[in-house]
C-alpha cells in the first residue's frame, strides 16, 4: 500500500490495523528515494536559473496538470479549466493581498488572504465541475473550455476588480521565519513540498473509497448509480479536490511570477496544460510533471537551441510543436506508457540471448 | 453462500418493514415516442418471493426492470418498494433501500480489480461513499467483499483486472455485485446467458441457497434454470403481462407452450 501505485490490495486476513499502518519507511519503493534524493539535492547541483525558472515552474504546472489528470484519468472527465482555476486563485490571492495596484488590492495578511484565494478558486472550479458534469466527453471540454475562455475575457475587460489587460504585478510571498521565499533556493523547496504533498494525497486518494468510485464512475456510470452511488455528486466532488490543488498550484504560480494577467488564463495556457498532462501520460499522477518538465525545457532552451542550429530564433514553438507531435504519435499514453511498454520488453526478454522469457523470471525457472 | 447470509443483517430490517409487499407496480407503462415497450403493468411480489419472467425478446422484460430500478422513469404508472412509493427516485436511492439487480450484458469497472469491483459494491450500500481514507486490513466491507467473492468462486483471481477475467468469470461477479450489502430484493437479467452446463449448475445453487427472506425476480431463457429457481412465474408477451402461475401450470399452460415452447426457443 502506501504510496506506491500498484494495484494490489491488502491481505484480508491479517491482524487488525489502522490506515496509516502501511506508511513505514521500509515500503517506499526504491525509485521514490532515488528521485527524492535527487529533487532534493537538486539545489546542489544546478544553478538559481535552473531552479526557479525551470524546476519551479514544471513544478507548479506539474500541480496544475495533475489536477487535470485527476478529472481525466481517474474520473473520465477531460476539464480545460484547471488553468482558470489556478489563476483566479492567483487574482485573489492579488486582490485580497498586496500588489503594487494600490488602488484594488486589500493588502490584508496572508494568512488570511491565502485561504480566502482558494476557497473561492476552489469554489469556481466546483461550480464549473456542476455544470460540466452532467455531459460526457466532448461537451464536457466544450464546456470548460467555454468557461475558460469567458474567465480570460472577463478579466481582461473588467478594470474594477481584475484590473483589466495589465491584471496585478508586485505580489510576493509573505517573509516568514526569516526567509525570504521569493529567493531562488527556498522558493524552489515550498513549491518541491507542495508539488510532493499534492502528488501523495492524489495517489493515496487513488486507493481510498472516493478515489476507487471514482474510477468506478468512469469506467461505468451506470452501474455504479446501481451500486447505490450518487454519480453526479461524486463527479462534483472530484472537481472540488481537483480544482483544490489547481488553487494551491496558482497561489505558487502568482509568487513565482510576481504577476498574474489575462494572459495567464488564456486559452493557449489552457490548452498546454492539457499537453502536459497528456504528452506526460494520463494513467498516473506522476505523468503530468513528467510532460511539465520536458514542456518547461522545451521552452526554455528551445529557441537558443534553434540559433545554435544556425536558424531563427522566433520559430521555437515549431520545435515546441513538433516534440510534442512525435511523442504523442510514437506513444498515445504519453511518456509513462513510453516507460512501461520499454520496461516489459526488459522484464520478458533474456538480455543476454534475446530470449522472451516468462514474466516471473530466468529461463530455466 | 453462508457468507452472504452472516454479513447481512436483513432479519432485523425485515421485521421492520411489516407486511408490505417487497415489490407492487400499478398500471406502470414505458413508452419510448410512440413505441409501447411496456404498457399496463400490474404485478406484486411478496417479500421473499422468487418469480421468474419469461417472454420472448422485445416482450418488455428489460425495460420492466429498469422501470423497477429507476434506470428509465415510466411514462405512467407507480412503484412501490415495500410500501414506500419510489416511482421518482433516482437509482442509487432505491438500491439504497435494499433492491439490487444485474445486468444482461455485464456492467463491471474492467480498470478495477475484482476485489476492488465488489468493494465498491459494498461501499456503495454502505456509509463514507466518500471517504478518503484508505480502507485497512481489518476493514469490515473488505471482509465481505472477499467473501462475497468466495461464494461466486473467484478467490483465485481477486487481484487481476476485470476486463482480463474470463466471460463466465465477469458473469459470476456481476452476480457477487448484486449481493453485496443486506439485499432485500434482487433483479436477475439473464444470469444463464452464455454459461457452461456447470456453471448454470452453480448459478441455481447460488441462487437456491440465497437466505429465504432475499426474494428476487429473474429473467430467464432457460425454461431448465426458471422453472428451478422460481416459485412463480409471470410470461410477458408484446409489453404486457400474458400469464401468471406456478411453474406447474405455466409450463402446462397450452397457450403458453404455444407462444413460448414451441415459438422456436430450444429447450434447454
Known amino acids: 500500500m502506501a504510496v506506491t501505485e500498484d494495484t494490489s490490495t491488502a491481505p484480508i486476513n491479517g491482524k487488525p490495523q489502522s490506515w496509516w499502518s502501511g506508511l513505514s519507511l521500509s515500503s517506499i519503493p526504491t525509485p521514490y528515494w532515488f528521485v527524492g534524493a535527487f529533487m532534493l539535492l537538486l539545489p546542489v547541483l544546478v544553478g538559481p536559473f535552473m531552479l526557479f525558472q525551470v524546476f519551479g515552474w514544471a513544478l507548479i504546472l506539474g500541480m496544475i496538470a495533475l489536477s487535470l489528470m485527476f478529472l481525466g484519468g481517474y474520473g473520465g472527465m477531460v476539464s480545460l479549466v484547471q488553468m482558470s482555476v489556478a489563476a483566479c486563485a492567483a487574482y485573489m490571492l492579488a486582490i485580497f493581498g498586496d500588489s503594487a495596484i494600490t488602488q484594488i488590492s486589500l493588502g490584508w495578511p496572508w494568512w488570511v488572504a491565502i485561504p480566502i484565494a482558494l476557497v473561492i478558486a476552489t469554489g469556481f472550479g466546483t461550480l464549473t465541475g456542476a455544470l460540466a458534469v452532467r455531459t460526457e466527453g466532448i461537451y464536457t471540454i466544450m464546456i470548460t473550455l467555454a468557461i475558460a475562455s469567458a474567465f480570460f475575457y472577463f478579466t481582461r475587460q473588467n478594470y474594477v476588480l481584475f484590473n483589466g489587460f495589465s491584471g496585478f504585478n508586485g505580489v510576493k510571498p509573505p517573509q516568514l521565519l526569516g526567509v525570504d521565499w521569493r529567493q531562488p533556493i527556498p522558493f524552489y523547496y515550498l513549491t518541491l513540498f507542495w508539488a510532493a504533498v499534492a502528488y501523495l494525497s492524489v495517489l493515496y486518494v487513488s486507493r481510498a473509497p472516493f478515489g476507487l468510485a471514482l474510477q468506478g464512475v468512469r469506467d461505468n456510470a451506470r452501474r455504479m448509480e446501481a451500486l447505490g452511488y450518487n454519480v453526479t455528486a461524486h463527479r462534483i466532488a472530484a472537481y472540488v479536490f481537483a480544482s483544490f490543488i489547481a488553487a494551491v498550484a496558482g497561489i505558487l504560480l502568482v509568487w513565482l511570477n510576481g504577476q498574474v494577467s489575462p494572459g495567464t488564463a488564456g486559452i493557449g495556457p489552457a490548452i498546454d496544460i492539457l499537453i502536459i498532462a497528456v504528452v506526460g501520460g494520463l494513467a498516473r499522477p506522476v505523468g503530468p510533471f513528467i510532460g511539465a518538465i520536458i514542456y518547461v525545457l522545451l521552452r526554455t532552451f528551445a529557441l537558443d537551441f534553434m540559433v545554435s542550429m544556425g536558424l531563427s530564433g522566433e520559430r521555437f514553438q515549431l520545435l515546441v510543436g513538433l516534440v510534442f507531435l512525435g511523442i504523442v504519435f510514437w506513444s498515445p499514453d504519453g511518456i509513462l506508457g513510453l516507460w512501461e511498454r520499454w520496461r516489459n520488453r526488459m522484464n520478458s526478454t533474456d538480455r543476454l540471448t534475446g530470449e522472451t522469457r516468462d514474466k516471473d523470471g530466468g529461463s530455466e525457472a | ?268
Open chain 2, 1 to 268: 453462500m453462508n457468507a452472504i447470509a452472516n454479513t447481512s443483517t436483513m432479519a432485523t430490517r425485515l421485521s421492520a418493514t411489516g407486511t408490505a409487499n417487497a415489490l407492487e407496480l400499478r398500471g406502470v407503462s414505458k413508452f419510448f415516442g410512440a413505441l409501447a415497450a411496456m404498457q399496463d403493468i400490474t404485478l406484486t411480489v411478496k417479500p421473499g418471493e422468487r418469480r421468474a419472467v419469461l417472454g420472448s425478446n422485445g416482450a418488455g422484460k428489460t425495460t420492466l426492470f429498469n422501470c423497477i430500478t429507476g434506470d428509465f422513469l415510466p411514462t405512467s404508472g407507480v412503484v412501490r418498494m415495500f410500501g414506500e412509493d419510489v416511482t421518482r427516485f433516482p437509482p442509487h436511492d432505491r438500491i439504497r433501500r435494499g433492491l439490487r439487480r444485474t445486468y444482461q450484458i455485464s456492467l463491471l469497472f474492467g480498470g478495477l480489480t475484482v476485489i476492488d469491483n465488489v468493494y465498491l459494491a459494498c461501499r456503495g450500500v454502505s456509509r463514507n461513499r466518500f471517504s478518503l481514507i484508505r480502507p485497512g486490513r481489518s476493514d469490515a466491507l473488505m471482509h465481505s467483499a472477499a467473501e462475497l467473492i468466495e461464494a461466486v468462486h473467484l478467490t483465485d483471481v481477486q487481484e487481476t483486472l476485470v476486463s482480463a477475467l474470463s466471460y463466465g468469470q465477469q458473469r459470476q461477479l456481476e452476480i457477487a455485485l448484486a449481493l453485496a450489502g443486506a439485499p432485500r430484493f434482487i433483479l436477475f437479467d439473464e444470469p444463464a446467458a452464455g454459461l457452461s452446463p456447470t456453471e448454470r449448475r452453480d448459478l441455481i445453487d447460488i441462487l437456491n441457497n440465497l437466505p429465504g427472506h432475499m426474494g428476487y425476480i429473474i429473467i430467464e431463457h432457460d425454461m431448465d434454470v426458471a422453472l428451478r429457481v422460481a416459485e412463480s412465474v409471470t410470461m410477458m408477451h408484446n409489453g404486457r403481462i400474458f400469464k401468471e402461475g406456478n411453474p406447474a401450470e405455466i409450463e402446462a399452460d397450452p397457450e403458453v407452450q404455444e407462444l413460448y415452447l414451441g415459438g422456436g426457443f430450444t429447450h434447454g
